[in-house]
């Protein structure tokens, strides 16, 4: 059984419904690592899953939602058992897209022109509206 667990080297979201892990194996595996099991939690939910990665240390979670919050640990096993398993790290998926808007209304025979952007959790103060 594994006494280090492995270490989560890479956890990013490129695109609004995935994510890529990449994973380094346990300084001190104790024997031929026989698959790693990760533990994946978002929406208030756990998913545990066993995973043979052959030697290549990368997967990809697909099927998300923009600006998800995925949470991932990971522990190595050996024919002996399963060792520690790692840190919990996070990443968000990437937004759908920024959006942005013009609404027009009439208040009184004065019109007022508002600009909307829509930006999950991010605001750039150079953004402004046009007009």
Wanted: glycine content about 8%; overall charge negative; hydrophobic content about 35%.
């Amino acid at each position: 059984m594994p006494s280090t667990p492995p270490e989560i080297v890479t956890l990013e979201s490129n695109d609004p419904y995935g994510v890529l892990i990449r994973m380094a194996p346990p300084v001190r595996p104790n024997g031929r690592i026989t698959a790693y099991t990760f533990y994946i939690a978002f929406d208030n939910e756990t998913v545990t899953t066993q995973v043979d990665l052959s030697g290549f240390g990368i997967l990809t979670l697909g099927g998300l939602y923009p600006y998800q919050l995925v949470m991932v640990r990971v522990s190595a096993n050996t024919s002996v058992g399963e060792g520690p398993r790692s840190a919990w790290d996070e990443v968000r998926t990437q937004p759908s897209g920024n959006f942005n808007f013009t609404l027009n209304v009439n208040l009184d025979c004065i019109r007022v022109s508002l600009c909307v952007f829509l930006m999950p959790f991010s605001s750039r103060s150079s953004d402004r509206c046009a007009g």
